[in-house]
């Protein structure tokens, strides 16, 4: 266990290494500088400006410093911010963007195991087939739409919940279930397939033959042998939500990273687009990290000695 | 039972030699692979009509140039915003009136529009028609799909393929590069080319299958290592076929269907990545249409004029939920354990 960790956490600190690298490099190759707009600036204004932000240092001694300052948490000064500090920055629209990312998860994958479950338990049946029609639609409109029609129609027509914003909690309730749609459906589904497999297996067989409930059956073997596989599925659909908040946070102006993001990228605010790139990467690799060993302690089947799962 | 033991011997006749030899027939004719699966596709109704939809769209968007009524990007400052209208259509949104105040005023004649001139789906903020912009931007949103999906094919399974078939060191080295490189969010991958490349047809589809081939490699690779220990290609190696020939005439033929069924799935992905980056603005570049750009017009107008986004979101949904119906409906067919 310890020796697959830390070949795990190698792994970790490598691939963030490489991401900051490329993102670095990336970031030096656009053409033009985030003064390019600013003719009237003289030579030495030019100079003493790129002079603050460290720009007039060679390349490699930019990376250096980019990384010495990355691992102490510091990703520079915003480009667009009045000079915030990009972690700054990042810290205050952390909350926001968390709340909802953990409300969707959770709503979305709750509900997908409860619609998942039904559709397998009736499988065959109209009710799996207005199951799957849900899920079908839930993963074929994308969120950015799902925002603006629930935006539309309850927020504004309906006046059931703010349209936009950000403040308590019936502030959250719209984003999250635009952002909840794509690991409703996708869990949905995963739970479906899993449990038609569980539900064909022996054991199964030998619960119904040993005369338990068909409530106890689903309950205490089809849908626990199910979960199991779930948590797999927990790194795509953090990688979901990322996506999912880009836009959702944008159409209801929550001031979150996701929000952020784009408009440091329409606004070419390099500093604050590397910070969210890494913020983003560190995340998921974490996220991932956490899964694989949840999944090697909940599921004895799953070896770590041979490192794959 | 009784009465059955009452039959007389003459009710019985023998059997002349030639007749049991039918009895070693196959009545069914044999049916190839791509036979049984097309077969099974057609017994799938909601696949199938999916599959028609898309080639109607695909047609469509492929014709647009020739059937749509006006340039897609053609501004006319004269007739911006206006309704759908269809001459001798009398149904409330498209008959060229829009809401106001909870009645409906007729805004070609607001605009002083000719009697003759109208727009099948109404025009957006700049006067052009919606319905040729639509035609126009599904077919760069299929295309970008189509360029990135192929891209995504051509990598992965070439990748795959290789990892798988070598094995060792090779597989080693090339699948901890998976690795890292899958746990990358794929957004970031696709943000910071965009950034750095700028929205194009090219750069977008380059971006989505940069973070997509990842899967098709890991698939790919191991389908290669279960049929490598199969004895045709055992076979194969001992009659001293080379690899590349083994791999074209054995290994990809025999994986069809993982390649196929994972294409399909890739489609969607792809054509909803497209709309995505276009939506916040880093995808394809105005005045070109895509489905993405569309809705992000249209959403600014949402309140008045919520055709403008509609219809471009309904045709992006229909492709999108047809897609995934074919890709489950050709998983199915092609997949020897839903066999019954």
Redesign the interface.
Known sequence: MAKYLLKRLF??I??LF??AT??FF??K??PGTPLSNESKLSHTQIQMIYHTYGLDKPVWQQYLIYLAGMVRGNFGLSFQFDNQPVSYLLATRMPASFQLGIQAMIVGVLLGIIVGGIAAIRRNTWVDGTMTVIS??M????S??LA?LLQ?YIG?KAGAFPVAGWGNFSYTILPTIALAGSPFATTARFIRTEMVDVMSSDYIELAKAKGLTSTGVVYHHALRNSLIPLITLIGPLT?NL??GS??VE?IFAVPGIGEQ??KS??T?DYPT?MGI?MM??VL??VV?LITDIVYGIVDPRIRLQGGRS | MAENANVSNDAFEPLGKEEHLDNEKIAAPSLTFTQDAWRRLKKNKIAFISMWILLAILVLSLAGPLISPHQPNNAQPAYTNLPPKIPGVHIPGLDGTKAVDGGRVDAYQQQHVPSGKYWILGTDYLGRDLLSRIIAGTRVSLAVALIATLLDLTVGVGYGLISGWRGGRTDMIMQRIIEILSSVPNLVYMILLLVVMRGSLLSISLAIAISSWTTMARLIRAEALTLKSQEYILAARTLGESSWKIAWKHLIPNMSSVIIIQTMFTIPSAIFFEAFLSYIGIGIQPPTASLGTLISDGQKNFQFLPFQMWYPAVVLMVIMICFNLFADGLRDAFDPRSRE
């Open positions: 792994y970790l490598l691939t490489l991401i490329i993102t990336m970031m190759l656009l079908i639609l993963i074929s409109i994308p950015f739409v603006i539309y504004l990688v990322m996506t880009l836009v944008n993001f784009v990228i329409t070419n687009i790139t983003y990467s998921l690799v991932l």
